[in-house]
């Protein structure tokens, strides 16, 4: 699932799967990838991906961004 919502000047989207989950960062994959642009604009990056599943990854930005 997809969910973009604005707030308070800030723009939140979280992606979720349905998978095993485990997912992490590694470096040159395409999660840190993601993370390393998203700090470009003073963004956060959040994975929360517990055993067994699901993956949810956060992404929250300012509003300039």
Do not use: C, F, K, W
């Not at 989207?13 to 989950?21: E, H, L, P, R």
């Not at 470096?27 to 991906?49: C, F, H, K, N």
Request: glycine share 18%; charged share 20%; hydrophobic share 35%.
């Amino acid at each position: 699932s997809v969910g973009v919502t604005d707030s308070d000047g800030r723009l939140l989207m979280t992606v979720t799967d349905n998978g095993a989950g485990q997912a992490h960062r590694v470096p040159g994959g395409g999660l840190a990838g993601l993370a390393e642009r998203v700090r470009t604009v003073d963004g956060q990056l959040d994975i929360d991906s517990p055993a067994g599943g699901p993956t949810t990854v956060t992404v929250e930005l300012p509003g300039h961004a």
